[in-house]
């Protein structure tokens, strides 16, 4: 009777102690640069690492597009592994915009997993110089109306707040259900 007794007991201490849930959390690690002349095509990639237990599938999300700029991606959703990196392939188009610096923030959305986003940077060359502009340093000082300042901007109010990490361990009941094991097996001897 006592050792049926004692059997119940891990059995529904193993119960109480549960599985240690998978934790899901994804982030853009990076973004290749993209140079680009006003009224053409692009192509880019976006690298996603899984920093969490468990593998997902990730959808790409792009957000804060300056206007005149179209992105897209063959395949927006991906199963990224934990601990690998996935690389997204993707092209920006540009309509006739003028030649300086514009951002865009590139985000992953997986079922449980926090925000990762990571802020991409086009920058529009003149079609005759090819010359890069460097416009972005000296209009950050004298004018912060350009387009895509106000990316950058959200992006350094959210990089003031840390994110949000959800990471499942096991809880207390797995020491508890361990002791009882060793208590039970102690009596056994």
Request: aromatic fraction near 8%; charge should be neutral.
């Amino acid at each position: 009777m006592k050792k049926q007794f004692y059997v119940l007991l891990i059995a529904l201490l193993l119960i109480l102690a549960g599985q240690a849930g998978a934790s899901f959390w994804f982030q853009v690690k990076e973004i290749t640069p993209i140079e680009m002349t006003a009224n053409s095509e692009a192509n880019f990639s976006v690298s996603v690492k899984g920093l969490g237990s468990e593998r997902a599938y990730v959808e790409l999300v792009f957000k804060n597009i300056s206007d005149g700029f179209h992105i897209s991606c063959p395949k927006m959703i991906k199963n990224v592994f934990p601990a690998g990196v996935t690389q997204f392939n993707c092209s920006v188009k540009a309509a006739d915009v003028p030649p300086g610096n514009y951002s865009f923030v590139a985000d992953v959305a997986a079922k449980g997993a926090p925000s990762g986003k990571k802020t991409g940077f086009i920058n529009v060359l003149e079609k005759d110089g090819g010359q890069e502009i460097q416009a972005q340093d000296r209009s950050m000082a004298t004018d912060t109306t350009l387009q895509g300042d106000n990316a950058s901007q959200d992006e350094r109010r959210s990089s003031e707040e840390p994110p949000a990490q959800s990471r499942n361990t096991p809880a207390s009941g797995t020491v508890a259900a361990i002791l009882a094991m060793m208590l039970v097996f102690r009596k056994m001897a």
